[in-house]
């Protein structure tokens, strides 16, 4: 993925389906070196879950009927959010821009206050289950709104996240009922700013372009893609056969030569 993202051949990463804080690393770090791959839910059956798909699920936002394409392109321009079901981040908006749509891009001249909004909802029982959370990450079910609930109450927290931090957070009852957030929230610099009930639901991002400048939130983020590449290149060179693996290595350096530019275009972190 790190590799590939830098050839422009990643339309999506799937998530849900191995623990949240891995998938979710990698995919913050290089929404913070610039590039815009989207998120979507995926169940690995039966490799990871043999009793079932649909575990990891991605939720678009369709105008009309259901049809596969329009379901697809949903899933490709992001106006999506993925869950394991037991929560909703739906209608997710940025000063109005609904998620997936004008190529989620907010475009401002300056630093600016923006109002995030959604409509979000979440079911938990009313008594805690400990055999999930008492579950170390690595275990399954790795997503699920139960190691979200805050101490023994029925509530989660709704956070919104800038640039791979969360910066607000609202705690909502996790009923079933359907409730409407907001938040105000300052962009200082261009930035992605995403939704997530961690780890039960994520929305896609909306990338907030301040001044025409490109994402270019963390040098170190820039730094762990760029030493990501040398230890997949460790892993995977062995593997490859010795005719095919000149063209991989033009296809690493070439990612290696793009994280290099990157980090040099980021600001300290």
């Known amino acids: 993925y790190v590799v590939d993202v830098t050839h422009d051949a990643v339309d999506f990463i ?4 191995t623990p949240a804080v891995w998938e979710l690393n990698v995919w913050y770090h290089t929404l913070n070196t610039g ?11 039966p490799c990871i879950y043999g009793e079932r798909v649909g575990l990891g699920r991605s939720y678009v936002r369709l105008d009309g009927r259901l049809a596969f394409d329009s379901w697809v392109k949903g899933l490709r321009d992001g106006r999506s959010y993925v869950s394991d079901g037991r929560s909703h981040l739906m209608d997710f908006a940025v000063n109005d821009l609904a998620v997936g749509t004008r190529g989620s891009e907010l475009r401002l001249g ?43 109450t029925r509530e989660v927290p709704v956070e919104v996240v800038v640039n791979g931090k969360a910066v607000a957070v609202k705690n909502i009852v996790a009923d079933g009922a359907a409730r409407d957030v907001s938040f105000d929230i300052e962009i200082e610099r261009s930035s992605w700013v995403a939704l997530r009930i961690l780890p039960s639901s994520h929305t896609n991002p909306v990338f907030v372009i301040v001044g025409g400048r490109p994402v270019r939130a963390s040098r170190r983020s ?42 040099a275009e980021s600001k300290e972190d």
């Open 222 to 263: 820039a730094e762990w893609c760029l030493k990501a590449v040398d230890q997949c290149w460790l892993q995977k060179a062995p593997q490859i056969s010795a005719r095919e693996r000149p063209e991989a290595a033009r296809a690493y350096e070439h990612a290696r030569e793009v994280y290099r530019r990157i980090l």
């Open 14 to 17: 799937s998530a849900v389906d």
């Open 35 to 45: 590039f815009r791959t989207r998120i979507s839910g995926e169940t690995d059956f």
């Open 110 to 152: 300056d630093a600016e206050t923006v109002r995030v909004t959604a409509r979000v909802a979440a079911l938990l029982d009313a008594q805690p289950d400990e055999s999930v959370r008492g579950r170390r990450h690595d275990q399954t079910p790795y997503w699920h709104v139960e190691r979200a609930r805050v101490g023994a």
